[in-house]
């Protein structure tokens, strides 16, 4: 990674032990914290499906504020360090859990030949580091290209992304403690069809951790 001595958001000019982003920046995100409706919905609807033992994340996904420049830059502008930096901080935030595996939900190979990357790999890298977890990348794999979801409700979401994956190395998830990363969740519709594979695969727990949430109105 290069070394840059400007905040990435707001260009402010960055001090010892600041990388990429200052702590101002950072401090401007809305966290998610215990008993927000946005975290209560999703960890009711995981626990509902029966395959998702726990969730945390850093903050919501808000319009204009920090996250969504991360995310923009780094699946469209190729700032893989970004999603490095994002794992870092999110490291420090699951590092409570007690977890083998860390499992980057996959990109179809269209979009990763397209993009040259999965963020969500970057974001897992940065996680291992922290914790000391194995990063394995090589597990779950998309085997049929799906339509983006962002304009499609929930249920269309569900239905989009109904058997899209596939596992690759079944028993190297049996019986072991895995956490599944992604950048941004929204209605954790991937997210449960990848924890529903991994479960059928022999998972013992199955967590879920990402950089953000997007947040759910108060309909759900």
């Known amino acids: 990674m290069l070394f840059v001595s400007d905040c990435f958001h707001c260009g402010a000019s960055l001090r010892d032990g600041e990388q990429r982003i200052c702590s101002a ?7 998610v914290r215990s008993g927000d409706h946005t975290l209560s919905v999703l960890q009711q609807r995981f626990s509902g499906s029966g395959t998702i033992d726990g969730l945390d994340a850093i903050c919501y996904f808000e319009k ?57 790999d970057w974001i897992g890298k940065g996680i291992a580091d922290v914790t000391g977890w194995a990063l394995r990348a090589d597990i779950v794999r998309r085997r049929r290209y799906t339509v983006t979801q962002t304009h499609l409700n929930a249920q269309e979401r569900l239905e989009n992304i109904a058997d899209a994956f ?14 599944i990363v ?28 990402a950089a953000g949430l997007a947040k759910l109105g108060e309909d759900g």
């Open 25 to 31: 920046c950072w401090n401007s995100v809305t966290p």
């Open 64 to 120: 204009g504020k920090l996250l969504q420049s991360i995310a923009h830059a780094l699946k469209y502008q190729e700032v893989t360090s970004l999603g490095y930096a994002l794992g870092c901080r999110l490291g420090e935030i699951v590092r409570y859990r007690t977890v083998d595996l860390i499992i980057p939900v996959p990109l179809n190979k269209r979009k990763e030949r397209e993009r040259g990357y999965n963020q969500s």
């Open 166 to 179: 596939e596992i690759v190395h079944p028993s190297s998830v049996t019986g072991r403690s895995v956490l």
């Open 182 to 209: 992604d950048d941004i969740i929204t209605t954790g519709a991937t997210i449960q069809e990848v924890a529903a594979i991994l479960r059928n695969a022999g998972a013992s727990t199955v967590y879920v951790a």
